[in-house]
């Protein structure tokens, strides 16, 4: 198992700036791919950006030039930098791991609420 843990979110004026970290620990060599994604009450959870073991990281095209996601070499830290904020980047944001034995993403963390405002 992976326990994973976010911190980092907050508010926000729009074109403002945050720096969200996903802790990782427990079977951190289980871990294929390790993602970030958002929700918004009401609508599907959305994979924003993910890292496959060392390759480089993807992005959801509406926050491609805004976000960047990085993690130290050993996967127990991954962070999430945010810049220009729009109001629509408002959502609950959370990390997850996908482990090599699993065909999806099956570990979460309990979130963390990012509000920008106009």
């Known amino acids: 198992q992976v326990q994973l843990v976010e911190s980092g979110g907050g508010l926000v004026q729009a074109g403002g700036s945050l720096r969200l970290s996903c802790a990782a620990s427990?079977?951190?060599?289980?871990?294929?791919?390790i993602g970030w994604f958002r929700q918004v009450l009401g609508r599907p959870r959305e994979l924003v950006a993910s890292?496959?073991?060392?390759?480089?990281?993807l992005y959801v095209e509406s926050v491609k030039g805004r976000f960047t996601m990085s993690s130290n070499n050993a996967k127990s830290m991954v962070y999430l930098q945010m810049s220009s904020l729009k109001p629509e980047d408002t959502a609950v944001y959370s990390c997850?791991?996908?482990?090599?034995?699993?065909?999806?993403?099956?570990?979460w963390g309990q979130g963390t609420q990012v509000t920008v405002s106009l």
């Open positions: 890292i496959r073991r060392n390759d480089a990281p």
């Open positions: 997850g791991v996908r482990p090599y034995s699993s065909l999806g993403y099956m570990y």
């Open positions: 427990g079977n951190i060599g289980s871990i294929e791919y």
